[in-house]
């Protein structure tokens, strides 16, 4: 049995811009079967939540470009369940949005906040750590978020320093954090390694309402004065007008600079259960099957001549001949072509801006 | 005021495997505005001659496959101008055709026989040369070629080695024809090109009627048999039906090796229009115009990157991205794409067959 306490909001508003073309603005990566297995992430997502919280309590937070794309992945939903933004203005109005709706369904609710674009290759350890985060958040009035231990110094990902000698009591895997990090340079991100201290930010947040409610009057008042004038209108016929109205005038700003940077309750749970980010073409690839010479291959025509280890994603029924690659990435969606070194991966983001301020925004 | 016993025979059967994708099965490259001009090679081609023979004097040889092509493109044909195959049998059945319907038309023609495909820097230069040609071959019985001075151990042509002693009394540059060579190896290329007596052959022939009808009969005589069965069809409603019955039957052999190889009367016309038979994407680069890092672009919606000496050639509205590539050719066509060494261009006509055994005939 469920508890029905228990809720879950599933952030599925952003665009995946390094795994650009595959992820672009009109599909991001999150409604596409990214691992080739029949199912978008976001429908992984929601089935994983759906083994921790009733259907009826997850929440997909999204922009309204993607209202349609979230209703025929996910038709089990119901329209109060499917939240949408007019504008992207980060992570922090999101979760400030989805809060007051679901306090004023239920002020007793204990939420677990989480991307809907991961990865997470060991499902029932997840379930059972996001179970018990759950537990820990309905009993103390802490801002907990989910570390993984990492395996390289990735530049891609923000960092959490924990306190080893402050364990919680009752979960030894749960512990005061010391600092966030933003993504670091290189020798940053070794030396993060080799103190044995840092833990990879995967993005998921536990909490209760009234906890996180709390920390956004101490950090983000302004945020919260925006969305608090709504209380009356959340899950009513005005809630649309209402928030198109103030996310005009809401700032962009992340949960982690705007609340879990500076609260002091803030608390990490380490944890083991296979996760990536799928952010970049070398996420993938380490994620996907390999042929005899390392490379990973999407498309039924694809030949490969003295290649390897390259990531190749083309579409199904596209002829495509590869000679004389190693390490790179070869990719194409929506008439988008990119061919480049698996070492430079994060210059995409900046191709993207490239090509929108070059070409316009429809190839974007 | 052209002379009226001159004609033209323009070959437009080939397909251009080395320029594959952009040259395939369905659009053949002499089809193609492959140099971005706004003319295709045939029309090109065909607009050369003119200036050298009476238009209606010019016929085309191609296959059956292509004659709406042919007739889009050179609107000013008659239908007795387009001659169809119905099979591929290379060059010496293609001439033989061609030869005994002009035969029918006027005994007397001195005919140059060219491919269609082919680019000429000089054209007044060209001209000159040919009117020589034509002119030499109406007073003598000789089977003359053209002979390009080559400028590199090119191992994508044959060569022609001429006898330096034995020039034409009125023409210094012609030649006797010590030997013809297949397309060799580098190491022998590059002999040929430190001996000086060897040319590129360009696959231009002239020959009077008369001269290459006797080269037909000594040379190949079971090939002119067929043909000279169809006398009195020629040109006439039951010349089709007569043809595609006899090619079935017919051998595939070329001029080159059934009849220049072997004929006594074999002379070479030594000079330099600025060719190039624009048979691989290296042959095709060579004339492109590069940018400051010698990449030679098509495709409005290109961006390099770390790029170098590249020969790109894509759809004009797709957007690429290329990163980090140096000395490659990247190209696309008809739903098909190449990424390869330009080292390695003489294997494109390896994945030709290769794409063809594996996905089949219409990618290429």
Chains 1, 2 share one sequence.
């Not at 990536?276 to 030949?303: E, F, M, P, R």
């Amino acid at each position: 049995m469920q508890n029905s306490n228990y809720y879950c909001v599933i952030m599925a508003g952003g665009v995946g811009a390094r795994l650009w073309p595959l992820s672009n603005n009109s599909t991001p990566k999150q409604f596409i079967d990214v691992l080739g297995d029949g199912q978008t992430l976001i429908q992984k997502t929601f089935q994983r939540f759906a083994r921790i919280c009733p259907k009826e309590n997850i929440y997909i937070v999204t922009n309204k470009t993607y209202e349609t794309l979230t209703r025929e992945q996910l038709p089990e939903l119901t329209d109060n369940q499917i939240i949408l933004e007019p504008f992207r203005r980060d992570t922090a109005p999101c979760i400030a949005y989805a809060n007051y709706k679901i306090k004023a369904i239920n002020p007793n609710a204990v939420v677990v906040v989480a991307p809907s674009d991961h990865y997470i290759e060991k499902e029932d350890v997840f379930v059972d750590v996001i179970q018990k985060g759950l537990e820990i958040t309905s009993q103390s009035s802490c801002l907990l978020t989910i570390g993984i231990q990492p395996t390289s110094p990735n530049t891609g990902y923000g960092y959490i320093q924990y306190d080893e000698d402050e364990p919680l009591a009752g979960n030894p895997s749960v512990y005061a954090v010391k600092t966030f990090t933003e993504k670091p340079e290189l020798e940053m991100a070794k030396s993060f390694i080799d103190s044995g201290e840092f833990l990879w930010n995967a993005g998921i947040f536990m909490w209760s309402i009234e906890t996180i409610n709390k920390a956004f009057e101490t950090f983000l008042p302004d945020i919260n004065d925006l969305f608090k004038q709504g209380e009356g209108l959340y899950n009513t016929p005005k809630e649309r007008e209402f928030i198109d109205h103030i996310y005009q005038v809401c700032r962009k700003i992340s949960i982690d600079y705007g609340i879990m940077e500076k609260a002091d309750n803030a608390m990490v749970y380490a944890a083991n259960f296979g996760w990536s980010d799928l952010g970049t073409w070398s996420a993938l690839y380490d994620l996907q099957k390999k042929d005899d010479k390392l490379n990973a291959v999407v498309g039924n025509h694809v030949k490969l001549y003295d290649a390897s280890k390259c990531v190749v994603n083309m579409p199904r029924n596209k002829v495509v001949i590869i000679q004389g690659l190693d390490d790179y990435i070869v990719a194409e969606n929506n008439n988008v072509l990119i061919i480049c070194k698996k070492s430079e991966e994060q210059q995409v983001r900046q191709y993207v801006t490239d090509v929108q301020v070059d070409f316009g925004r429809e190839f974007v």
